[in-house]
T-cell receptor, first 113, second 117 residues
């Protein structure tokens, strides 16, 4: 079966712009979580969605937001981009809310100029 | 809050050798899981092995095994008969017990493992 699909794979934005990233989970998986990966901070948890509801959020400013649709697909949005938002954004899906065995997508590489 | 520490930023071994990657963690949780993830240059994070904290037996997956020392809060990964395809970043991660995964996994900084031909 298809894995976790993230689009776009690469994108370049300029400071002040906003960006939307998409994640389609494995069929049947209802929970989607997002992580930011940077060389300096490593992998950090952004948020988790289940049944179209955000269950928890990591320590990120309000510029980072997300949502989940009825088909479990999720999007994350970053507004007013800063240089420090340049990162690999990873999406992971799992069967149920709060479950630990995550299946990751290949990520979306965001570069902010 | 949980912390995960990987003290080896980079390791290099010859093909077919055995290599051990170190990981220590700190938590006040009693119910939790520990993971090793592999991230090759393709960037896709792949689960290598998982250990439930309540299980005393060390997890094993083919050439990969862990040495889980709960009292010492240590969780090392041993790769036997290493192969060129094992070259990747390896991340140790902590996850709270059932239902606690909504807080997300806590990852270490990673160890870059290079397998030399």
């Amino acid at each position: 079966k298809a894995g976790v699909t993230q689009t776009p794979r690469y994108l370049i934005k300029t400071r002040g712009q906003q960006v939307t990233l998409s994640c389609s989970p494995i069929s049947g998986h209802r929970s989607v979580s997002w992580y930011q990966q940077t060389p300096g901070q490593g992998l950090q948890f952004l948020f988790e969605y289940f049944s179209e509801t955000q269950r928890n959020k990591g320590n990120f400013p309000g510029r980072f937001s997300g949502r989940q649709f009825s088909n479990s697909r999720s999007e994350m949005n970053v507004s007013t981009l800063e240089l420090g938002d340049s990162a690999l954004y990873l999406c992971a899906s799992t069967l149920t809310a709060g479950a630990n065995v995550l299946t990751f997508g290949a990520g979306s590489r965001l570069t902010v100029l | 809050a949980q912390t995960v520490t990987q003290s080896q930023p980079e390791m290099s071994v010859q093909e077919a050798e055995t290599v051990t990657l170190s990981c220590t963690y700190d938590t006040s949780e009693s119910n939790y899981y520990l993971f090793w993830y592999k991230q090759p240059p393709s960037r896709q994070m792949i689960l290598v092995i998982r250990q439930e904290a309540y299980k005393q037996q060390n997890a094993t997956e083919n050439r990969f095994s862990v040495n889980f020392q709960k009292a010492a809060k240590s969780f090392s990964l041993k790769i036997s008969d290493s192969q060129l395809g094992d070259t990747a970043m390896y991340f140790c991660a902590f996850g709270k017990g059932s239902g606690g995964g909504a807080d997300g996994l806590t990852f270490g900084k990673g160890t870059h493992l290079i397998i030399q031909p």
